[in-house]
């Protein structure tokens, strides 16, 4: 298997994506195929592997810029040359830590949607007190979205629950303000409205405080309240992880306790970690996509990496389009 690899948009730079790709290729036998500044790769990667494949570019596509623009233009950008190589036989998918809006233009412009879907969307995984699974859909593809477009999230996180972690009929839940049904805005209250005349496993709305109980499968918002709701997470859970390793550190009794609790603490904080799960499928595109977070780590963009493959793997686009039609 052949994955594409975008060296560019990671906080970090080049470095981090290598070695996470070394790392993710000690785990599981693949090809990377890194796309970027060919001297930069060639030394990042020191010779610690030899079966990887290079397609030399210096540009790329940045977060200020405008990205369906930049996507028509820079034919040269490293996300343009991933998408149009992934069309060629042999060439399986693509991860990239880069601009997520580059990366939503380029799966509707180059990659092209899935017949039947109007909108792509990213599905992240998102921990839970009692180890169920949840995708949050959307974190951050499209930031306006109608209640027709929130239905078709629905449906393609529950096929690719289904087909990737095995998990039948999957409980979809909309993010809201309230969990009675007249809560919530216009989007809210029409999406309730569809949801709940479908034949989807839908179990009604969710509030933010309950994102980590694990109450659903799926859990549904537009880009913008999804993104918010998982970034303010990820700073919560930092800070705490923060503040309890300060407390462990401030008495020599604490540092007695903190080495007591050290393999617990370890296990909870790894379990709220979101380099355990290192990125989300673009969903609704005809091309295998994974986007990695960008301030990516090693472990992290390892475990994107490997989330791509289990996704191909599974055959999931297929089952989408059959879905679908």
Do not use: W
Not at 122 to 129: F, K
Not at 134 to 144: E, H, R
Not at 225 to 251: C, F, H, P
Not at 264 to 284: I, R
């Amino acid at each position: 298997m052949k994955i594409l690899i975008d060296t560019y948009g990671a906080d970090d730079g080049c470095k981090v994506i290598v070695d996470g790709a070394i790392l993710a290729k000690k785990q599981k036998d693949f090809t990377p195929v890194f796309v970027g500044n060919e001297k930069e790769i060639k030394e990042n990667i020191n010779g610690r592997i030899t079966d990887y494949e290079i397609i030399p570019t210096d540009s790329f596509i940045s977060n200020d810029e405008d990205p369906v623009r930049a996507i028509r233009r820079k034919k040269d950008a490293s996300i343009v040359l991933a998408y149009e190589k992934s069309k060629e036989e042999g060439y399986h998918g693509l991860v990239s830590a880069g601009s997520t809006g580059a990366l939503l233009a380029g799966g509707l412009f180059l990659a092209g949607r899935i017949e039947g879907i109007k909108r792509a969307c990213l599905a992240a995984n998102i921990p839970s007190i009692n180890d169920n699974i949840c995708l949050l859909m959307d974190t951050g593809a499209n930031m306006d979205c109608k209640a027709e477009f929130l239905y078709e999230f629905a449906l393609m996180g529950s096929i690719y629950l289904e087909n990737t972690m095995g998990i039948a009929n999957p409980s979809i839940g909309l993010l809201n303000v309230g969990v009675e049904e007249h809560k919530g805005n216009k989007l809210t209250k029409e999406t309730y409205a569809l949801l709940k005349e479908s034949k989807l496993n839908f179990v009604g709305n969710v509030e933010s405080r309950d994102l980590f109980t694990g109450k659903v499968n799926i859990l549904l918002a537009d880009g913008f309240d999804g993104n918010i709701a998982i970034k303010t997470a990820e700073g919560v859970l930092k800070l705490m992880g923060s503040q309890i390793k300060s407390t462990i550190y401030k008495s020599t009794k604490n540092k007695i306790a903190g080495a007591l609790l050290k393999n617990d603490l370890k296990t909870m904080t790894n379990k709220f970690s979101s380099d355990e799960v290192g990125g989300a499928p673009l969903l609704g595109v005809k091309s295998y996509v994974y986007k990695a977070h960008g301030n990516t780590n090693e472990l992290a963009f390892s475990n994107a990496i490997l989330g791509l493959m289990n996704y191909i793997e599974r055959n999931t686009i297929e089952k989408i389009e059959g879905e679908i039609k």
